[in-house]
């Protein structure tokens, strides 16, 4: 009897081990959401896209290359979103915007104004759904739809895509690679969409970055406001210079094209 229930256990260790080893592995994100634990090797993507499909948490740069990426998610809207693009004008910083179509097909102009700032445009998918908790399908369809709406506004396809609440998992690295996309993450997150001060960013921000750093910031859909985001991104881009960093684009350090060949007008 002793030994059918060893062989059990074992049984059943070895089932929940292999179930286990089929999901990304998460820590808990400020909003309640799972975060991808960042890697300590920063351009391989979280378990079931290794090998199939990159996903870029950082750049891999050498320490003595001070270049970073700072990018905004869930715009345009027709409040912060003109204050960030002041503020990059101001600063002649160019950043990359991951566009949100429910949102942006409010704000066509502003949508316009990113481009013709020299800002580079990602796809952030048009309803921002839990991609955890829809089929691929259902990603597909989200993600097409923005794809559309783009290329009707701008005339081009974005090659660089973000998933809502950086959800990374075999669904849409499947979507991503069927249509071309890069998924581009983050590794420093000041969670500046929850309305906290400008110094709680700030300081976030200078602990956290290093050559090659994505960072994350909003220009829309904060909660329930982003007023601190603005007040910390001059501080921001002031300390970064400071110690020397270059703010780049995206496509500089991926070296790679933000846009469809062939798409853009």
Known sequence: MKKWRCLLGVLVISLVWSLLLDFTVYTTHAEGSPHPQKSTKPNISARGCVNKHPVYYSIDLPTDQKKVVITFDDGPDGIYTPKVLDILQRYK??????????????????????????????????????????????????????????QEELGF???????????????????????????????????????????????????????????????????????????ALPQIIEYLRSEKYQIVPLQEVLKMSPYEKGKKK
């Not at 800002?119 to 259902?138: A, I, P, R």
């Not at 669904?171 to 991503?176: G, L, P, S, W």
């Open 93 to 150: 910083v160019k950043a990359t915007f991951f566009v949100m179509g429910k949102s942006a097909v409010h704000h066509p102009e502003q949508l316009k104004r990113i481009v013709n700032d020299g800002h580079t445009v990602g796809n952030h998918t048009w309803y921002h759904s839990d991609f955890q908790l829809v089929s691929e399908n259902e990603i597909e369809k989200d993600l097409l739809k923005n794809e559309k709406f783009i």
């Open 157 to 231: 396809k974005p090659l660089f895509v973000r998933s809502p609440f950086g959800r990374i998992n075999d669904k849409i690295c499947r979507v991503a690679s069927r249509h071309n996309y890069t998924l581009i993450h983050w590794d420093v997150d000041p969670k500046d969409w929850d309305g906290r001060s400008a110094d709680r960013i700030l300081s976030w921000v200078k602990k956290k970055v290093k050559p090659g750093s994505i960072i994350l910031l909003h220009s829309g859909g904060g909660e329930p406001y982003l007023d601190g985001s603005i007040k």
